[in-house]
T-cell receptor, first 115, second 114 residues
Framework: NAGVTQTPKFRVLKTGQSMTLLCAQD?????MYWYRQDPGMGLRLIHY???????AKGEVPDGYNVSRLKKQNFLLGLESAAPSQTSVYFC??????????????FGPGTRLLVL | AQTVTQSQPEMSVQEAETVTLSCTYD???????LFWYKQPPSRQMILVIR??????QNATENRFSVNFQKAAKSFSLKISDSQLGDTAMYFC???????????FGTGTLLAVQP
């Protein structure tokens, strides 16, 4: 039981390049989330999904797209990377039918540097 | 909108002593939960403790306990018998039953000194 995993762990991009961050969970959780963490700002919600095939915007969605084609995977895409997207990205998941439905389980994070 | 405020950017404590980290929040919801997450240098987010707003009893997990003051909208974390491994960034977070979203504070960097 790996929990929540993220790929890659670290990536350097040039401005304008595109990339996809992959989040996978093996806990059969319905809800999945993408956050970004910047110094002095805590974690902020980018996009989230309440089930396969559904996505919704969070607090800071601009410049990102997401897809949830399979229940266990949640992809975060950057179509044209900008230096302002340099951050650490965290994926999380939760089970809305569990006794502790509000508890989110986090992946190890992906550090992204955009030059 | 819900907000979470951590007014202590950094704190320091001697090993084996007790330290309290502060957190206040603002919400108009009645059904919510509060959390403390620990983030060590590895960056992994680790759940330390959770509190259900409808419960008056303060949550405890071994050396970690909270002081939940619902009327004052305050949720502080007490770490007893501090250990070197407690050195980390600590985030306070609020979760609303109506919004299904987790709102984080800006964090408190705790250093445990030997």
């Amino acid at each position: 039981n790996a929990g929540v995993t993220q790929t890659p762990k670290f990536r350097v991009l040039k401005t304008g390049q595109s990339m996809t961050l992959l989040c996978a969970q093996d806990m059969n959780h319905e809800y999945m989330y993408w956050y970004r963490q910047d110094p002095g700002m805590g974690l902020r919600l980018i996009h989230y999904s309440v089930g396969e095939g559904t996505t919704a915007k969070g607090e800071v969605p601009d410049g990102y797209n997401v897809s949830r084609l399979k229940k266990q995977n949640f992809l975060l895409g950057l179509e044209s990377a900008a230096p302002s997207q340099t951050s650490v990205y965290f994926c999380a998941s939760s089970n809305p039918t569990a006794p502790r439905k509000e508890t989110q389980y986090f992946g190890p994070g992906t550090r992204l540097l955009v030059l | 909108a819900q907000t979470v405020t951590q007014s202590q950017p950094e704190m320091s404590v001697q090993e084996a002593e007790t330290v309290t980290l502060s957190c206040t929040y603002d919400t108009s919801e009645n059904n919510y939960y509060l959390f403390w997450y620990k983030q060590p240098p590895s960056r992994q987010m680790i759940l330390v403790i959770r509190q259900e707003a409808y419960k008056q009893q303060n949550a405890t997990e071994n050396r970690f306990s909270v002081n939940f003051q619902k009327a004052a909208k305050s949720f502080s974390l007490k770490i007893s018998d501090s250990q070197l491994g407690d050195t980390a960034m600590y985030f306070c977070a609020w979760y609303g039953g109506a919004t299904n979203k987790l709102i984080f504070g800006t964090g408190t960097l705790l250093a445990v000194q030997p």
